[in-house]
């Protein structure tokens, strides 16, 4: 009796499929990055943000470098990109900063504010905007309090870093046994350009967790306004 063995013919063709299934997804990660291609890992390094920041920012040395994060994004859709930065130095301090390049490859601060950003992303292209807005969640609160925002932001066609709406995420209130809790969202509708914003706001017993008052909701519908959304009437 002979004994079917698998042979090199067998063990090539599977590794032929492996390799084919690698490369299908390898083209599909690249194909994703392309298309994402207004945010781009920053080439510029740590030690020549620090510095700009130094020279340029309104506090020069007193920041807090070592929580220093930069990433290049395309807010404007002109060929450079700029430098966005971020310090952390605490729960609720930190700065941040936009740094546009200029034609002769220098770099010039054109925003910053004492923000602890938490992260910041490329959110939604408006049709009424000429450029990306970019959502920028930042952290803030004191004794007892805690607050997450999101700013959706864009750059204004004269060059000028533009808020177009902020919102709270979540917000908790400690007030002896009691927490007071805000807990928000918002969605752009692609067929009209509106933006939707829901705000559920509830109180729970700080020992226990349980609900002192039944959760209310609201919604509220904002259109695209002189750069700003503006909340309808």
């Known amino acids: 009796m002979k004994i079917k063995r698998l042979g090199d013919g067998f063990m090539m063709r599977r590794l032929l499929s492996l390799l084919l299934i690698c490369g299908v997804f390898s ?53 450079e990109l700029e430098v966005l930065a971020r310090t952390h130095g605490g729960v609720h301090l930190g700065d941040f900063f936009i740094f546009d390049k200029q034609s002769e490859g220098s770099y010039k601060l054109i925003f910053e504010q004492p923000w602890n950003v938490e992260s910041w992303d490329i959110e939604h292209t408006h049709a009424d905007l000429l450029t990306p807005l970019v959502r920028i969640i930042t952290l803030t609160g004191g004794t007892g309090l805690d607050v997450r925002e999101a700013h959706l932001m864009y ?13 709270t995420l979540k917000e908790r209130t400690v007030f002896e046994d009691n927490v007071h809790l805000i807990m928000g969202s918002y969605q752009l509708n692609d067929d009209n350009g509106q933006l939707f914003y829901w705000q559920t706001v509830m109180d729970v017993s700080l020992e226990t967790n349980e609900q002192i008052r039944k959760p209310q909701t609201t919604l509220k519908v904002y259109e695209l306004m002189n750069g700003r959304f503006v909340e309808k009437n």
Not at 39 to 45: D, K, L, P, R
Not at 55 to 70: D, I, M, S
Not at 155 to 167: K, L, N, Q, S
Request: glycine fraction near 8%.
């Open 27 to 79: 083209f599909l990660a690249v194909t994703n990055k392309a298309s994402n291609a207004m945010s781009v890992q920053t080439g510029i390094n740590y030690d020549e943000v620090a510095d700009l920041i130094r020279k340029q920012g309104k506090k020069q040395n007193a920041y807090y470098f070592p929580g220093l994060f930069t990433e290049e994004l395309n807010v404007d859709l002109d060929p």
């Open 155 to 167: 750059m204004h066609d004269r060059g000028v870093w533009t808020e177009a709406w902020i919102g």
